[in-house]
């Protein structure tokens, strides 16, 4: 009988400690998602080939419905496993774009999965791409002689993240940073811009079997962002038969959502929130809308030659 339990333990020792470090570097702060808990790939770089085939997601978010220069987000991520399911692979991209600002990213995602037992694995992401950031002062100037506003920023840096994820048959954990490099903008003589941050996220979700029709699967995420309160979401969805999920969302003195998502073929499934302004958000903005698109080639099979 072959015994793996020294090497998967060195392997997680080796994760952890690799987190230790990374998770003491400094970084940016991310777009936030509603339906984070289908588009993990955006959170988390050690996610990369955890849906075990070839996944591709799209995410389109619309915040303040109806508001001129409102934030709006676009986020692209694929994903595959390679080398006999140990290491996950992926690219994401991410446009994030609010007035006269815009940020666009392309990341590349690389993941080491270690097999805890037959349903459960952990996984040290890493992830590295560039950051073009945009802001357009000069379309606000008019006729004006400030060198501020007639100024434009139009710089493209280097970015880098990590992760560590946890997932089983039911229970799923991550940890991140996803952006680790500090960033310093120059735009004159005059005015510069200096982002130095460590910005966490840790998401969590179990699923529960109520009936042979039913599950029920409560999530959480934890945002950490230096200087602002900690922020997080608590979520609980319901799903029918595998097919339909429903939920209502908490975004911490932000909003309340309502989450749907269809199974529409084994490879094909659809999801939207809408997000409902609470509090000190409610006077300030409207409601927000997210649409989130996964296809997954499950029918995609490699050729195997038997042996007999």
């Known amino acids: 009988m072959k015994i793996s339990t020294p090497f998967n333990l060195k392997g997680i020792l080796v994760i952890l400690s690799m987190a230790v470090v990374v998770f003491s570097a400094s970084a940016q702060q991310i777009p936030q998602f509603t339906q984070f808990m289908y588009n993990n790939l955006v959170i988390n ?21 109806g508001v001129e220069n409102a934030p709006a987000t676009q986020s692209f991520s694929a994903h595959t496993l390679v080398k006999n399911k140990n290491i996950g692979v992926g690219l994401t991209i991410i446009n994030d774009k609010i007035g006269i600002h815009r940020n666009l990213s392309a990341l590349t995602n690389y993941a080491y999965r270690i097999a805890i037992s037959e349903r459960a694995t952990l996984a040290m992401g890493l992830q590295i791409g560039v950051t073009n950031l945009k802001s357009d002062y ?8 400030d060198p501020k506003l007639v100024s434009s920023i139009n710089e493209t840096m280097l970015g880098f993240g990590a992760g560590i994820y946890f997932k089983s048959s039911r229970f799923q954990l991550g940890l991140s940073a996803p952006d680790l490099l500090s960033k310093a903008v120059e735009v004159n003589d005059t005015l510069s811009i200096n ?31 230096p200087d602002l309160p900690l922020s997080f979401d608590l979520n609980l969805n319901f799903i029918y038969q595998k097919i339909i999920t429903g939920g209502l969302s908490y975004r911490r003195n932000e909003s309340i959502d309502i989450l749907f998502k269809f199974q529409i073929t084994r490879q094909f499934q659809l999801g939207y929130a809408y997000d409902y302004p609470v509090k000190y958000a409610a ?12 296809y997954q080639f499950h029918n995609i099979k490699k050729s195997v030659s038997s042996p007999r």
Do not use: C, H
């Open 138 to 145: 000069a379309s606000l100037s008019g006729n004006s002689n």
């Open 195 to 225: 982002i130095r941050r460590l910005n966490l996220l840790a998401n969590s979700r179990y699923r529960f079997r109520l009936s042979a029709s039913f599950e029920m699967e409560p999530g959480i995420m934890i945002k950490y962002f």
């Open 45 to 65: 770089p050690a996610y990369a080939g955890s849906d075990e085939v070839l996944s591709l997601t799209f995410v389109n978010r619309n915040q303040w419905s």
């Open 283 to 294: 006077k300030m903005s409207s409601a927000s809308n997210e649409l989130m698109v996964n």
